[in-house]
């Protein structure tokens, strides 16, 4: 299959659905919806637990980093050992929960209802690209893919190299205030609701097709989408409501 028919999502890669199904049970929509509101509802129980923690007066600078660490070695495990997507995609869940729950109270402290706000406008994000590709007023072609890739990768290479120079003292662009960073913050807020077409696309082109449990390694990859699409909207936001 061509590089350009994978979606920038790597839980929809074709690692996960290039083999043939040889069971019975295949995976379908309303097995994701289900598997998707459950991990939802987990990250939202810890992330209400955190805020619990911190009203009690717990230091909680530990958990946001924790989090993501957790998250990304979650993640890694998961692109390894498939069949224990189960189990381990609720764990992401509550890692995820643990890293929005911190830099949510965080953005909270400093501008009130902020965190509400942005998970109000993910939301909403999130139904209007579905509107938009279930009435194909965007179609998800072979070049719409190859430039949300690109994009998308060439973002979280310069998030990596920004994190990584962050241990040495050097601060980049992206982090600040200024317009640069301000646009590069929209640029990616925009890839991260483009990337939800692929993954929907993908979803269509593989449902009652790949095995039963591969449910979960495509909940996990909505998960990723939405997780990243409501951490540059809060960033935006942030940013924003600092600046003005």
Known sequence: MNLFDKTTNPAFNNYFFGERNTSQKTMTVTGIFIK?????????????GVWRLYNDGADIKWYSMGGMLAAIIISIVISIRQHWAHI?????????????????IYAQAQFPDLPYQAIGITVVTFFVMLLLYQTRIIVVTKKLRSVIITVAASIFVIYLISWILGFFGIKVFIWG??????????????FAALSLLLDFDYIER????????KEWIATWGLLVTLVWLYTEILRLMRKLAIKF
């Open 88 to 104: 381990l995609v609720p764990l992401y869940a509550i890692a995820k929960g643990l890293f929005l729950g911190s830099i949510s």
């Open 206 to 213: 593989h449902k009652n097709k790949s095995p039963k449990y």
């Open 177 to 190: 205030i200024s317009w640069p960073a301000i646009i590069f913050n929209i640029v990616a807020l925009i």
């Open 36 to 48: 998707s509101m459950l991990s939802i509802l987990i990250m939202v129980i810890i992330s209400y």
